[in-house]
């Protein structure tokens, strides 16, 4: 199995509706284009990325919403050296088709009482439906590790929420563990680097809002 050195996940740089929430009454969330500041974070991302990468080849996953590509783009990374594949299981969490901004902020304050993971959005997903079909994209990824082709890298450009969920779902991370976790920034790269004792660890960690508050004793 030809596992690679690096799995590279980023978050997409500022959005329209992570500038001015309103926008979501407008444009539905798959369409929401990164904002000028946005492409400028992607640029500076894609620099380091070029950095890490050098003249490997890299296997790229993106979430099929227009942030995510336009993130992508701005990377200017070497069309000849990447093998680009939208991958819609790493899109956003579902929040309703549309959504009335004082009802989101509404069904927000729900959710921090209720539970990230837990908490199902009206019309929409939860963490824990998101964290079902992350994990069903993590199954695929790791059959694809069987080629013995396969490049020395991944590359997923996706969503915040999708990148924490990744990550507890493969180091097994529990519930308490995960509603522990802040969302990265934009723009930000999260990276599982393969040790010589066969195993990944998590470049840096997520920053944490609080301390984990388990039920029980797990691990």
Known sequence: MARPRRIVLVRHGESAGNADHSVYER??????????????QAEETGKRLRDIFGRERVSVYVSPYRRTHETLRAFHLDPDLIR?????????????????????RLQKEYRDT????????????????????????????????????????????????AMRLFCMRW????????????NPGNGEIRM????????????????RWRDPQPYGITG
């Open 27 to 40: 444009e539905p969330d798959h369409a929401m284009a990164l904002t000028e500041r946005g492409r400028r």
């Open 84 to 104: 680009v594949r939208e991958e819609p299981r790493l899109r956003e969490q579902d929040w309703g088709n549309w959504q009335d901004c004082d009802d989101v």
């Open 114 to 161: 209720y539970g990230h993971f837990f908490y199902r959005f009206a019309q929409g997903e939860s963490g824990a439906d998101v964290y079902d079909r992350v994990g069903g994209f993590l199954e695929s990824l790791y059959r694809s590790f069987e080629a013995p082709d396969h490049p020395p890298n991944v590359l997923l450009v996706t969503h915040g929420l």
């Open 171 to 182: 180091f097994h991370w529990t519930v308490a563990e995960f509603e522990s976790l802040s």
């Open 192 to 207: 599982l680097v393969l040790g010589d004792d066969g195993k990944y660890t998590l470049d840096r960690p997520f920053d």
